[in-house]
């Protein structure tokens, strides 16, 4: 069912890993060109920066066809008029995504995959326009259905996220109880889980294995975000600048309930991620953690301290200094199948090219403005860089 | 054919060492799976959260823990920072040197972030260099361009190029008028000379591998100012004339270094800027909507016989 063949793809998970264990040292110049040869596919791919930039024009040329079509042939159209052809665009568009792979074999190439953002995006809008009120919620059903068949088709984790948040809109329209749409979500993201974690078994060390990992990733974070209250409440701004949400909005059952859920799903999520060694589970668990960590306090209604962050930032810091400490410890400094050296190439480039985006956008988030001012002392600032040095008291 | 049968077929052949496969075999399955990537950001956030903590506490308490307690604990963190740092650092090298341990670029970023509040914290209560607190910046971007050289330190390259920016932009702030026109003459200022002074620090073989980060920042800040100026109705063709150069070398450059983000920068700069002289004139949805579907097209095809030549993977 996939677009791509299974020979292809795995060609594309090897030579990657074979580029990588070069860069890392692992193989010689020799050893790496002659495997490479052997792991020659026919799939057309380009790097991540004209990959986005191929993305970005092809969504303005299709944005701008669509809208000139309308613009000379139908000027000004009925909405069941702009319904049927905004179904075509997004038939067509479709059909050209698929053309594109299938006769110039892009692989993440930015062409195919606007192609395909595009055709959901036409589709949900086209049914938009053709439905009266009451049936509104086949927009997000369609949204979900074709970003999960596009998922499925061409292997983007994207448009399994696209489809996740169709869903959160879908739950608008079953009920009006804000707590019956958190279950929903939450329910229909697990049952998703379930199902992945069912189907991902047997490709635990094929090419399928990454798309899973980060479709469960995305899973978990989903069902947290659904039950932590404070996260996931449309007035989150509110809640977190103005103070913390009353627990008189849901059910007082329900919201201790997903208190304690908080508490009990980033251990959960942790444990599955260490004992499948899954890289981006690992990741949820450990933001899950850090979430839980945050919103106690507003859960509680208790009220926040300035140094509250300190207490976060020690922990963190002292989490991952004991947690290497504890590997460094093992044989070979390997405990249970974890090391802490780095093993990868790519490794080092994200950290290169991170530390120096983090390095310029920190100088901005390390100072927040104060929770409670005395009248002739005042924190601002660092908005010219340094840090803060430039701030007023 | 799944990558471990290829692993052994590659054993077979002799190409690998019977130990490299034990080695590939094993990475391919996450055995033995790194937390390298985890525990440093773990570190990132712990000493950003630290800090955020740190600035929020001492703004908000300062007067109830009185100077010298904010000013003490401030210094006893800089101190025990910066006595870690140089007591444990390899010695110097011009070329790229790793780090002695996992904690250490954090410990030296951290003293870093603490120095500015520290600094901040002293002018703003004692007003020591009241009418001159630019110098403020420039000594600490001098300071950290010191210490990111001195430790190879790539987030207080950062720092140092941001406090850098922010000395310009604040001398930008005193300026009484024509704010924009100076402030954009400015951003073109700092882009040349943190450029130039990569160039010069990369050829004179001063950690070359930090020239990445010196030209992405400046490619950045001269195209946002040369659109600036590109976006102003008046004597917008100089700028305009300057954009259109900008773009040529930026292309050239990611081209010939295989540094695509260059390319994009080329592309998208590029492309904002002509579009905006171009569709000035244009009156009606039809001309617009023509204009981008034809401009859109021809940059897809361009972009694609680059990537089809020179983008291929990376």
């Known amino acids: 069912m996939r677009v791509y063949s299974a020979a292809s793809e795995e060609a594309v998970r090897a030579r990657d890993l074979l580029k990588d264990w070069a860069g890392e040292g692992f193989l010689t110049q020799a050893q790496y060109q002659s495997m490479e040869q052997e792991t020659v596919c026919d799939l057309r791919r380009t790097n991540i920066f004209l990959r986005i930039v191929l993305f970005l024009f092809t969504l303005i040329i299709l944005g701008a066809a669509a809208a000139l079509f309308f613009v000379v042939f139908l000027s000004p159209p009925s909405a069941q008029t702009t319904s049927v052809f905004l179904l075509i665009f997004a038939a067509m568009t479709y059909g050209a995504a698929e053309f594109a792979v299938s006769r110039f074999r892009l692989y993440r190439y930015g062409i195919e995959e606007a192609l395909d953002a595009c055709s959901v995006g036409f589709l949900c809008v086209g049914i938009q326009a053709a439905l009266s009120s009451g049936t509104d919620f086949l927009v997000p059903a369609a949204g979900v259905i074709a970003s999960l068949w596009i998922w499925h088709r061409f292997g983007l984790p994207y448009a399994f996220l696209a489809a996740m948040i169709f869903v959160i809109w879908l739950s608008g329209y079953w009920t009006s109880s804000h707590s019956a749409q958190h279950v929903a979500v939450a329910a229909l993201y697990a049952a998703g889980l379930i199902t992945v974690a069912a189907v991902r078994s047997p490709h635990r060390f094929t090419y399928l294995n990454k798309g899973y990992s980060i479709v469960e990733a995305l899973l978990w974070l989903g069902i947290y975000l659904a039950i932590n209250l404070n996260l996931s409440s449309v007035d989150l701004l509110r809640q977190w600048w103005v103070g913390p949400l009353t627990t008189t909005e849901f059910p007082r059952t329900f919201y201790w309930a997903t208190w304690v859920l908080i508490w009990c799903f980033p251990p959960a999520i942790l444990a599955r991620g260490v004992r499948r060694k899954d890289r981006f589970v690992i990741a949820v668990g450990a933001i899950a953690a850090i979430l839980t960590l945050v919103t106690n306090k507003p859960y509680l209604g208790w009220q926040r301290h300035t140094w509250d962050p300190m207490l976060l930032g020690a922990l963190l810091i002292g989490v991952a200094l004991l947690l290497r400490r504890w590997l460094a410890a093992g044989p070979g400094g390997i405990r249970h199948g974890f090391t802490a050296p780095r093993l990868s190439d790519k490794d080092k480039h994200w950290m290169n090219v991170g530390s120096a985006a983090l390095g310029l956008v920190s100088t901005r988030a390390i100072t927040p403005s104060p929770q409670t001012v005395t009248p002739d002392v005042h924190f601002g600032g660092g908005d010219s860089g340094g840090g803060g040095a430039t701030s007023d008291f | ?314």
């Open chain 2, 1 to 314: 054919m799944t990558l471990l049968t290829r692993l052994e077929q590659w054993k077979v052949q002799g190409i690998l060492s019977p130990e490299q496969h034990a080695l590939l075999a094993g990475l391919s399955r996450g055995e033995p799976f790194s937390l390298y990537l985890e525990l440093n950001l773990l570190l990132y956030g712990g000493i950003l959260a630290f800090v955020a903590g740190l600035g929020w506490t001492v703004s908000t308490w300062s007067q109830q823990l009185g100077d010298v307690l904010v000013l003490t604990i401030l210094s006893a963190m800089l101190a025990a920072c910066f006595w870690y740092c140089f007591s444990r650092a390899p010695g110097w090298s011009p070329a790229e040197v790793s780090s002695p341990s996992l904690a250490f670029d954090y410990l030296l970023y951290l003293g870093s972030l603490v120095w500015s509040v520290e600094l901040a914290y002293l002018e703003n209560r004692f007003h020591l260099l009241s009418a001159q607190r630019d110098l403020y910046l420039l000594a600490t971007a001098g300071l950290f361009f010191f210490l990111a050289y001195r430790f190879d330190n790539r987030f207080v390259l950062s720092l140092a190029l941001s406090s850098l920016a922010g000395w310009f932009g604040l001398t930008v702030s005193h300026w009484p008028s024509h704010q924009d026109a100076t402030y954009r003459q400015y951003a073109i200022v700092y882009s040349l000379f943190v450029g130039a002074a990569g160039a010069i620090l990369q050829r004179r073989g001063l950690k070359p591998h930090l020239f990445g980060t010196y030209l992405n920042i400046a490619a950045n800040v001269l195209f946002w100012a040369l659109l600036s100026g590109v976006f102003s109705r008046q004597d917008y063709v100089l700028w305009f004339l300057a954009l259109l150069a900008a773009c040529a070398a930026s292309l050239a450059w990611g081209l010939w270094r295989r540094q695509f983000s260059f390319v994009a920068y080329a592309a998208v700069y590029g492309y904002v800027g002509v579009s905006s002289i171009l569709i000035r004139d244009i009156n009606g949805e039809t001309a617009l909507l023509s204009y981008f579907v034809v401009t859109g097209v021809a940059m897809l095809v361009m972009l694609v016989q680059i990537a089809r030549r020179f983008g291929k993977e990376a």
